[in-house]
């Protein structure tokens, strides 16, 4: 008796992980929408965003996912409509090149600057 | 007189700031990449068939408005005096009962050609509209220009009626 009671706790256990229906697509979705930027929240993903807008672009999203289009088709789709602000990382492009080299350039200066003031230290502790 | 070395990092900060100011003070084209539009239809307002959002004109604009968005209320009188330079105007009543929007012109008046409603605002992600009020200008069903906010009155002589008459003379 006690060994029935007990595979019926780890079955009844057990069941919420058998019943979770996996889909696919609201995966995609997720990791889609964390990848996109909410139109009118600045800074915040789709998926963060609580704007109504944003759960518009998720539910488009999860449509034409489930309907067989692919990430990038889905991309290109909004892309078309939002321009870069749709995108978390806009691509490395000829005007958008001095916003992504600005942070090594910004090291590469300072770490000079350090450079520079350490030898002159040297010299007049020497 | 000053050493060089003082001054250098002083001019050096001073070009900086120049260029950061100089994206904030010169207006960004909001016009990322022209998008074509199909034929869109939606529910009239009015009753009745559906009603044709493109293939309209060569040159008109494409409202979207709300009646519970308060800018837009207040950017309905620039909305008429835009149609009384002879620019079709189609409204897009996103996110509403259509029973608003008939309550909501026949109060104000109607400057708009035609009115189709989007109760559920899927329209919206089409157009690449991220709420109302949000204008696209458009020319041969290509969004040439986009309002994202309200229309300004100074928008009408600065912005649009130059887009319409370069349209013309091309």
Known sequence: ?126 | MLHPKKYVPFLLFISFCLFLGYSVFIPSKNNPKSLVLKSVSLPNVFGGDLVNITSFEDFYLIHVFATWSPLCEMELETIKKIAQHKVSVVGIAYKENPRDVLNFITKKGNPYSRIGASTNGSIGVELGVSGPPETLVMKQNKVIYRFKGPVLESDIKQIILPLKNKGEKA
């Open chain 1, 1 to 126: 008796m006690n060994v029935f009671k007990t595979i019926l706790l780890v079955t009844l256990l057990l069941l919420p992980n058998f019943s979770r229906a996996e889909n696919v697509y609201e995966e995609k979705t997720r990791l889609l929408s964390q990848h996109l930027r909410c139109p009118i929240c600045n800074g915040q993903s789709l998926w963060e965003s609580q704007s109504p807008i944003a759960f518009d672009i998720q539910k488009l999203i999860y449509q034409k996912l489930s309907s067989g289009q692919s990430e990038k088709e889905v991309i290109d789709f909004l892309y078309e409509r939002y321009g870069d602000a749709i995108l978390m990382a806009p691509g490395v492009r000829k005007d958008t090149f001095f916003l992504w080299m600005f942070p090594i350039l910004l090291l590469l200066g300072a770490g000079f600057a350090v450079y520079i003031f350490i030898k002159k230290q040297d010299k007049n502790s020497s």
